[in-house]
């Protein structure tokens, strides 16, 4: 079990070094994120009512575009440099060095992105209890986002296009985009989003058990 | 006492038979080459050895068991080299030399200058692999041949990129860990003379595979 703990934080470790010695990569797509949030005043004026209804909706669909960008990147240069190859090979469960590779990119990228997303929130003038919900749906979701997105790179690895990946992630998210706006919008009204974060918790814990060994098993299948 | 054995084993790659019926025995302190032009299948086969790829007929034994059901066993007992050289440019020679070290699992210490001490690459803990020329960068991914804990070694090409001194090197470490009762299969085309030490052979190519002792 130690030995399992121990190897699980060198390989966390070594992805959030790598990560900032990367920046690059790390602050490209959360500039992505920043810039579409601010191109949508730009189009409606920063006033508008329709805006303001809008608001949450357009972080949360912005913040899913930000990590299929940000996600294709997880694996590659591992797969490229034979990374994966000697994790596969290791006495150690792939589905255990996976999930301190996904871990990594959820601390690097999402974290960040969760504070960003509350500050435009702040200055696109969301109340309070807005605010709030957002912050946790992003809390609970973003995980989701990254270990589903993690088995779709997995399995496309080493194809050509990065478009695909685009378009076999984002339906998979749509769950945690309904889940998410209705908790926001019955948070905006007053009423209670418990029924909402169940959901969402459960979908979390779901995908922690499962996406993982379906990351190992598509990686496998992509060595052969 | 380990026992590695491969038994009738068959590869097909895009309707090509690369080879077929292959067989081959290593014990204790065996080394053995596979050698074949280009496209014959070397690496092929070693990463059939290895388990990545799975043969399309035949079978890998590890002391009597199938591979693919002792893999825990086989996995903690082999170290596979490829191609790639499975090392992190963005990381310094040292950084890599830990993550190595860690998956090795070995449970024994060890001294990680006198590590890069062997391998050639003195004094260059601190600096990034991205930096490196292509035979150091080699270098660092050999290292964890110098870290204990596995008793079947699987390397492919691994004197490509080398110079004449890493050449010698690994081919030291090779025949040594061989004297120590450890098992040794690697790939080459190139003509290296290990001659202090007896060699099986496997030759690849246009189907018709021999296995001789030397």
């Given at each position: 079990m130690r030995e399992y703990l121990n190897i699980f934080f060198v390989i966390l470790r070594r992805d959030l070094i790598l990560a900032f010695r990367n920046k690059a990569e790390l602050i490209n797509p959360l500039m992505f994120f920043v810039i579409v949030i601010v191109l949508f005043p730009l189009a409606f004026g920063s006033d508008s009512a329709l805006l303001k209804q809008l608001t949450s909706g357009i972080i949360w669909v912005t913040a899913l575009l930000a990590t299929c960008l940000s996600l294709e990147t997880i694996f590659r240069s591992d797969f490229e440099d034979g990374s994966i190859e000697q994790f596969s090979l290791s006495r150690y469960p792939l589905t255990l060095l996976v999930s301190a590779k996904i871990l990594a990119h959820w601390m690097t990228f999402s974290i960040p992105l969760i504070v960003i997303a509350l500050f435009t929130g702040i200055v696109l003038s969301l109340s309070s209890q807005t605010i709030s919900a957002l912050f946790i749906t992003l809390l609970l979701g973003t995980p989701v986002l990254s270990l589903i997105g993690a088995i779709t790179v997995a399995l496309t690895?080493?194809?050509?296009?990065?478009m695909l990946l685009s378009l076999l992630i984002l339906p998979l998210y749509m769950p945690i985009l309904i889940f998410s706006m209705l908790a926001i919008q019955n948070a905006a009204v007053g009423q209670s989003i418990t029924a909402e974060l169940y959901f969402l918790a459960g979908i979390l814990v779901l995908a922690i058990t499962l996406a993982p060994i379906a990351t190992a098993a598509a990686l496998r299948i992509r060595l052969s | 006492m380990s026992k590695f054995n491969v038994n009738n084993l068959e590869c097909i790659r895009r309707d090509n038979?690369?080879?077929?019926?292959l067989n081959f025995d290593l014990e204790d302190g065996g080394l053995l080459q596979i050698d074949g032009v280009n496209g014959s299948g070397k690496s092929s086969l070693l990463q059939m050895c290895a388990g990545l790829i799975q043969a399309t007929e035949g079978e890998v034994r590890w002391n009597g068991e199938d591979i693919n059901d002792c893999r825990y066993q086989f996995q903690s007992d082999i170290r596979y080299f490829g191609h790639?050289?499975?090392?992190?440019?963005?990381?310094t020679a040292l950084e890599n030399m830990h993550v190595m070290y860690a998956l090795s699992g070995a449970k024994t210490a060890i001294d990680y200058s006198f590590v890069l001490k062997q391998i050639g690459?003195?004094?260059?803990?601190?600096?990034?692999?991205?930096?490196?020329?292509a035979g150091q960068k080699r270098r660092v991914g050999l290292?964890?041949?110098?870290?204990?804990?596995?008793s079947l070694w699987l390397l492919d090409e691994?004197?490509?990129?080398?110079d004449k001194d890493g050449k010698i090197i690994i081919e030291q470490l090779i025949v040594n860990h061989c004297r120590e009762g450890g098992m040794v299969i690697f790939a080459t085309h190139q003509s290296i003379e290990i001659e202090s030490y007896p060699l099986q052979h496997v030759h690849l190519g246009q189907h018709n595979q021999t296995t001789h002792h030397a």
């Open positions: 690895i080493g194809l050509r296009g990065g | 038979i690369l080879f077929q019926n790639t050289n499975g090392v992190k440019a963005g990381l690459l003195e004094g260059m803990e601190d600096i990034l692999v991205s930096r490196m020329s290292s964890r041949f110098f870290m204990s804990g596995s691994p004197f490509n990129a080398l």
